[in-house]
Structures are given as C-alpha cells and as structure tokens.
C-alpha cells in the first residue's frame, strides 16, 4: 500500500545523506595553513626591526661597548631567542631577523636587557601581541620605525602604558586614524600600536578564506571583468569566478540568475538592500494602527483607503505627500473622512519618526498603506 | 550520478528562489491595516473669545455647549481645559500647533463672539492639529442673544461635519409626549425640545390623551393620535401657530399611528374598522384615502423609506408581530423579521441602510437594527421596557423610551449610538416617551 512511499523516503534519505557526506557540499581548497608561532618581547621585536639602522650606526656601535650587556645575553635565554624569531619569520620577511637580531640587543639600554634574558617575555606578550604581529606581513612599520626608532629606545621601555593611550584613540576612525598615526609615528612605538589597533578590521584578509564558493554573483558576465579589483572587502561580494566548476556551468549560472533576480531585483528597478523583514514590517504596522481610529458606525467604516506618503530617513512623514491613492466601498464624502481618519493616524503616531532600520531606506521611503475597517465593522 | 545531484539541487534552488522572487518588493513599501482601536477622538475647545465687552459670558456658555454636544457623541472626547497650554486670546492669533500636539488634541475649535445692538455673532475655525491645517473655512453665524444654543449647536454640527464628513444633529427638535402625574392617572401632551432635552415647550395641553407626535420632513407640522373626541383620530399640528386639526375624522372608525412621507404631502396611518385593522394613505391636500394593506390581522406602524417607495409596517398576519416591508402603493408585503419574539414599531434609517424596531422576546424589550432586507439584525439595548425607536436626522443615533418597572414607574427618553455604544438619558423636566426626532434646522 505504502510501498512508494517507503522506497521514496528511503531514496531521498540516502540522497540527502549522500549529498551532505558523499563531497557534494565541500569545497576542495579549503585548507587552512597553520604555522607555528612563538612570542617575542618588544626587545626582540625591536631588535628584528634594526637590521637597517644596524649598518648606518655600525661605526657607532663600536663606540658602545657595553659588552657586559651581551654577556647576559649569550646565556641560556639568549640563545633560546635568536633560534626563536627566526623560525617565525620562516615566511618571507624572515630576512630582517637574521642580521639583526645580536646587534640589536645592545641598542636597547641595560633595563631592557634585562628584560630579555628573562622568560620569552610572557608579561609584555598581551600588550603587544607580538606574534600576530609578527605573523603579518606589514611592511609599512618597519621603515617608519626603523628611522627613528633607533635614536629613542628609551621610551620604547615606556611603550607599553602608552600603547593602550594610542589605541583609544585609534578606535573611532579606522582609515583616517591611521593615516594620522602616521605623522605621530615617529613618537615611540606608536606605529607599531597603530597596526595592532587595525587588526581586527584586517583580521578578515588575514584569514584568506577560498573564494571558491558561489557567492552571489550579479551576473555570469560582470563576475569576469570584476575580478582584478577583487580582494577589497567591498560591500558586494567579490565576483567568484563561477568558470572553473567543471559541469556545473549550467548548474551555477541557473542558480546565479535566480539568485539574481530573487534579491538584486536590479531588472525591475527595485530599491537596493534587503527588504524589510516581517518584524520590521510588523511594527510599523502596529505603530500605525494604534492611532488608526474607526468611528464604526460610520459609513467611512465602509471604505478601503489606500494612502501614499514619502518619509524621511529619520522614519518621519512628509506631511505634504500624503495623499488618497484609492477608495472603495463609499462615496466621496466618505472616502474622503476615511482619508482623514488613516492620515490622522499616520501622523499622530509617528512621534519622532517610525522605528525602521535607516540601512534600508530605500525600502520604506515609498509607502502605500491601504486602511481596510472589513472587519472592524459592526454587523 | 554528480550531475544528477546538481540538476536536482538546481531545481530545488529555482524552487526557493521563486518565491523570493515574490516576495522581493517592487515599488513602494505596501502594508495594509485591518484592525484599528475604537475611541474618541480628543479635541480641545478653549473659550471663545469675547470680542465685546458683554461677551464674554456668552463666549463661555457657547463654547461649553459645544463641547458638550461633541463629547456627547460618545465620538469625541474633550482634553480638559487645564491641560491647555496655550490660550487663544485672539480669535486671527496663529495656533501653536505643538502645544495642542503636546496634550494630544488631534482637533482643535477656536472661535469667538461678539454681541452689539442685540445681535451676536458667532465665528468659529477647526484646526487638525497634527496635519497644522484648518479643516474647512473659518464661518460665521449671527442671531438674537436668546438664540444662543442655537447658534452653539450649529457650530458644533460644522464642527462634527468636517471632522466626521457626516451631517450632525445637534441643531434638531425632538416632539414627544410629556407625561407627569402616577402611573394609573397619568397625563400626557405634546411637547418640543432641543435635542439635548433643553428648551422644552408645549404644544397641547392635558386634557387629552395624546400619543405617537411624528415631524414632518420639514419640521413645520406634527401629526399626532388624540382622544379628545373618546376615540383615537389623527391630527395635524401646525408647530409654528400650535393650531391643530383632525386629519382623520370618519365616524365610527379609530385612526392612529400616523407619519409624514417624505415628501410631506402623504400620510400613512392605521385605520381599524370593527376589529381589523389595515394601512392607509392620505393626501393631505386633497383629503383622499386609499387603502394599502387588505388583511384580516392587524397591520400598523407604517414607515416610509427615505426615497418614498417602500414602507416597512408590522403586522401579525403570521400570528405573531413581524416586520414587512411592502412597496409605496401597497401590493404584496415581504417578511423582513425571522428572528424569535415579537417585532414592532419600524422605522426606516434616514440613510435608507437600516431599520430600528422595537423588539419583546423572553420578558424583555430592545431595541434594535437590521438591514433593510432582513439580515444584520443587532440588538442596541435591553430593559423592562423599551420602546418607540426614532432616528437622528444624520442616521447616526436613535432616541427611544425607557419605562422603570413597577408602581413609581416612569418613563423617559434615552439615546444609543447604532453602534450600541453611548447610551445616554436625554434630560427632560417631566417624564417622557414618543420621541420623534425632526429634521436639522
């Protein structure tokens, strides 16, 4: 009796299975490549960053002896650390480092010696951060730092309690903030702080996430001349190249022209963004029909108004928009008192502005609000 | 088989995406409101300014008079003079409309007056206060000092109008039957008031039984039943000279419950001959009959339908009081009442949507409304006894009688919204019952 039943469900059960375990969903490249990172100290740090100035002061240093500071140095802790900030920078940059590093330790004065030989610099790790840092390439700091660095160590000591000042005010603008920084640069380790405080807006870009998934792309054609500009975080999506799926052109492109004209709605001149969701839909409704009083022994209540009105961005209504768009159910006088009835209401309750999300503006600038009493009137 | 996978997912993506497609919006943002609050409407009716030196009593009296014809509607509601803030103490100053926003006043009646050489004068505006715009144009009245309420009811009949987009009634006369005296020994006459029960004066005296006054359409003449002669006959009562005359006079025969057509030339009324009684219809000025309804049982309480083509009557040709509504020049009747109890005294709405009657089921009187064809039936009170329905000129509230149970009973006159809401007592110095309420002067 069930029979089809049971071999159908049992078909798109394995079906469902097959897809979600059997590859369907998985993209090939995905793999996440993962390094091993160690933590510096902003002394080591710092010394990586002098492989410049090194040579430019290489007459001076002879000039500062102080070999007793290098004698700490060798020990133990020592060489723990030259061994560590080089397999870090395996990656390209590594370069720097490896001249550095000795040479560098004797810039910073005695305290900061000091500080070295003790423990991989556990404490300072937080405040710098060090190994993110480290990890990224940032190319920029380095010879902002290394010019002026050089001649100020000793406020790098201090680096830390004015990192976080820095920082604060890094936070509000992000692109302008750094640009500043840069002039303030020259001032201690700002610099540095400065990348740190851009972390987390580059944080993304960092994760290099394959772009292999279909990511709402506009148009097949379009996603082809986009690509050279992709790689900027842009409000649309970067244009994944769809091409490079073997026999799932025809698949992708039907998918990407429903997806197209499902939420572009560029065709039919539609307001960009994303609609109103129902509760947003919602409550604009509720605000409205609080105020929305029907006099339900009326003939108005026997008209359906529809009201068109232009709002602000701040939700409220352009009191000279509004206007009746259709009445049905009475005869002018009444249309006309239902009219009046449903803009009393819209005005009255709108207050300081409807509560509608500002982002999708272009969604509710617009509106038609049709006022139907059906089933409000008496029987 | 991948292929076959990603075909099916590709029909299941179309799938979803087409209603998103539906539901992706083009055009404007579109929402419909179906459910609304019921309540009045707050409005604000500061003093009018006197703009004379003895006006400013005058200017009280019509504002509060105003406001108490609005605010009896049960449609609006007065925000408190104390919660004002701004005054209005020129009638041309402009209005601040955020100070009238702040308490909340969605309408607004400024309006002042002036009195010279016995002549007053009475201007008034409406403001919407939350559009910032006046409702109409400013307007005017001006009459006798004694004319006052008068004057204070046509301001607020504009005012209802504009707001509402409906007529108003507050400008109308009532014609009832006075009763004073014990219930067993009671006596009755015709009497005239305002709307709201003030200005009562008396068109018959006591020495008559008198019963069921109507007002002709134009509010000048006033049919009635009197026993004068021992026996129920109709008269005419001319209300401008008080002089009345028996319309109906054939010997040996009763005529009673009678009403104007609505173009004032014809009158309907029941005549009984022995023990039947039908429907016949007069003209006044020729004094000719014809007989409308040919039935053994009892037909009465003829009503006509605001256009005059049809009458709605009772009668208990099915043996028990119903409604039927049959056309202007008689002919067959249909049934319009199905529902349990005993039907009577219909009268046609002035819209010509409705008919109030008067009902008596399980030991209890309503009244109430139905549609013209029968259907819709809504019940608007209930008591020991209720009776005589009678619909404001704009067809928006009906005026009845209410009798107390017992000895000490008395009757008096009450009003109800068609909605239900809003029952009220008129006010009036004696008891009262019979309402017919006239046209809007």
């Known amino acids: 009796m069930h029979t089809g039943h049971y071999i159908s469900g049992t078909a798109h059960g394995v079906l469902i299975l097959w897809a979600l375990f059997g590859g369907v969903f998985r993209s090939d490249p995905p793999e996440v490549q993962v390094s091993e990172v160690s933590v510096i100290s902003e002394a080591q740090f710092a010394a990586m960053m002098q492989p410049q100035p090194a040579p430019v002061l290489g007459a001076e240093p002879a000039a500062l002896p102080e070999p007793d500071v290098t004698e700490p140095v060798p020990e133990p802790p020592v060489e723990e650390t030259p061994p560590a900030p080089t397999p870090d920078p395996v990656e390209p940059e590594a370069v720097a480092p490896d001249p550095v590093p000795e040479p560098v330790a004797p810039l910073p004065e005695p305290p900061a010696a000091e500080d070295l030989p003790q423990p991989p610099a556990p404490e300072p790790v937080p405040e710098v951060e060090a190994p993110d840092v480290a990890l990224r390439p940032i190319p920029r700091p380095a010879p902002r730092v290394a010019p002026e660095a050089v001649p100020e160590p000793a406020p790098e000591a201090e680096i830390a309690p004015e990192v976080q000042e820095t920082v604060e005010q890094s936070e509000t603008p992000d692109v302008t903030d750094a640009e500043e920084q840069q002039a303030t640069a020259p001032e201690a380790a700002a610099t540095e702080i400065v990348t740190e405080a851009e972390e987390p807006a580059r944080a993304p870009t960092a994760s290099i996430r394959p772009q292999t998934r279909p990511n709402r792309p506009t148009a097949p054609t379009q996603t082809v001349a986009a690509p050279p500009a992709t790689a900027e975080p842009d409000p649309a999506p970067a244009p994944t190249p769809a091409e490079p799926d073997t026999a799932a052109d025809a698949t992708a492109s039907a998918i990407a022209g429903a997806l197209e004209e499902a939420l572009s709605g560029a065709a039919s001149g539609t307001p960009d963004g994303p609609p109103l969701t129902t509760g947003e839909r919602d409550g604009f409704r509720i605000a409205v029909q609080e105020c929305w009083v029907v006099d339900v022994g009326s003939q108005a209540a026997n008209v359906t108004v529809t009201v068109g009105f232009e709002m602000d961005r701040s939700g409220r209504v352009v009191t000279s928009s509004l206007r009746m768009l259709a009445a049905s159910g009475g005869d002018g006088s009444a249309a006309e008192t239902a009219f009046q009835a449903a803009r009393r209401a819209i005005l009255r309750c709108q207050g300081d502005g409807y509560a509608l999300p500002a982002e999708k503006f272009d969604q509710w600038k617009t509106v038609e609000m049709t006022f139907n009493p059906e089933s409000m009137r008496i029987r | ?441």
């Open chain 2, 1 to 441: 088989m991948k292929q076959i996978v990603a075909s099916f997912l590709t029909v299941l993506m179309l799938a979803i995406c087409a209603p998103l497609a539906a539901l992706a919006q083009s055009g404007p943002l579109r929402i419909e409101i179906t459910e609304g609050v019921v309540e009045p409407l707050p409005y604000a009716v500061p003093d009018f300014v006197a703009e004379s030196a003895g006006a400013q009593q005058l200017a009280q009296q019509i504002a509060r008079v105003v406001a108490e014809d609005l605010t009896g509607t049960g449609l609006f509601r007065e925000v408190p003079r104390e919660a004002h803030i701004s005054q209005v103490t020129s009638f041309g100053s402009p209005v601040q409309f955020a100070d009238w926003k702040a308490i909340n006043a969605q309408a607004l009646i400024t309006g002042a007056v002036s009195e010279e050489g016995g002549r007053v004068v009475v201007k008034f505006r409406v403001w919407d206060v939350f559009a910032g715009t006046e409702l109409g144009q400013g307007m005017q009245f001006a009459g006798t000092p004694d004319g006052w309420r008068r004057m204070a009811h046509k301001v607020a009949d504009q005012v209802y109008s504009r707001i509402t987009g409906e007529s108003g009634y507050f400008d109308s006369r009532v014609v009832f039957v006075s009763e004073s005296g014990p219930k067993d020994q009671r006596a009755k006459r015709l009497a005239v008031m305002d709307y709201d029960g003030a200005n009562v004066q008396y068109l018959t005296g006591s020495n008559a039984l008198v019963l069921a006054p109507r007002f002709s359409e134009d509010g000048q003449r006033v049919l009635y039943t009197s026993y004068e002669t021992g026996m129920p006959r109709v008269h005419v009562l001319e209300v401008g000279t008080v002089q009345s005359r028996i319309l109906q006079g054939q010997d040996g025969v009763m005529s009673f419950a009678p009403r104007f057509a609505p173009n004032g030339q014809t009158v309907v009324y029941s005549l009984t001959r022995g023990s039947n009684t039908d429907i016949w219809a007069m003209d006044i000025g020729s004094g000719g009959t014809r007989q409308l309804t040919n039935a053994p049982s009892i037909e009465t309480a003829p009503s006509y339908s605001p256009d005059g083509s049809q009458i709605v009557f009772e009668s208990d040709r099915s043996g028990t009081q119903q409604l039927y509504v049959m056309p202007a020049g008689g002919g067959e009747a249909r049934r319009i009442s199905f529902g349990q109890g005993r039907y009577s005294t219909p009268v046609w709405s002035p819209r010509g949507d409705m008919i109030a009657f008067t009902k008596q089921n399980a030991g209890r009187f309503h009244i109430g409304v139905m549609r013209t064809d029968g259907s819709e039936e809504r019940l608007l009170t209930a008591s020991f006894l209720d009776e005589g329905p009678t619909w404001a000129p704009n067809g928006r509230v009906i005026m009845f009688a209410r009798e107390t149970q017992g000895a000490q009973g008395a009757s008096s006159l009450y009003t109800v919204d068609i909605s239900g809401r809003n029952l009220k007592r008129v006010r009036t110095p004696e008891g009262a019952s019979d309402p017919s309420w006239g046209p809007l002067q």
